[in-house]
């Protein structure tokens, strides 16, 4: 069964940073898809960044990219998002989610199997 664990939340000021952790089995994080969603109050849950399988390329939302950054230790089966300059607007919980399948998008959450318990991000101004 995959599982997937979030760390790393918390409440920071706005200009602040923080950086998420997500834990996976190793068979999982060497074969899958690994990607970070978010969900505000209210809002529908949104694509922030994934890997794609093996870690060959990255991927964000459009209006993240800059100030997100996915990475990765392949050592420790772990996927981070490094936050800098967050934003009140930034506030949600953040998910981490895994897909095993090929398909020609990837911020589809619909794509995403398996999901972490998430873990809140709150951004005071």
């Known amino acids: 069964q995959v599982q997937l664990v979030e760390s790393g939340g918390g409440l920071v000021q706005d200009g602040g940073s923080l950086r998420l952790s997500c834990a996976a089995s190793?068979?999982?994080?060497?074969?899958?898809?690994m990607g970070w969603f978010r969900q505000a109050p209210g809002k529908e849950r949104e694509f922030v960044a994934a890997f794609g399988r093996n870690g060959d390329r990255a991927y964000y939302a459009d209006s993240l990219e800059g100030r997100f950054t996915i990475s990765r230790d392949d050592t420790e089966n772990t996927v981070y998002l490094q936050m800098n300059n967050l934003k009140p607007e930034d506030t949600a919980v953040y998910y981490c989610?895994?897909?095993?399948?090929?398909?020609?998008?990837?911020?589809?959450?619909?794509?995403?199997?398996?999901w972490g318990p998430g873990t809140q991000v709150t951004v005071s101004s």
């Open positions: 989610a895994t897909r095993a399948h090929y398909y020609s998008t990837y911020d589809r959450k619909a794509d995403y199997n398996t």
């Open positions: 190793k068979r999982t994080f060497s074969t899958n898809w």
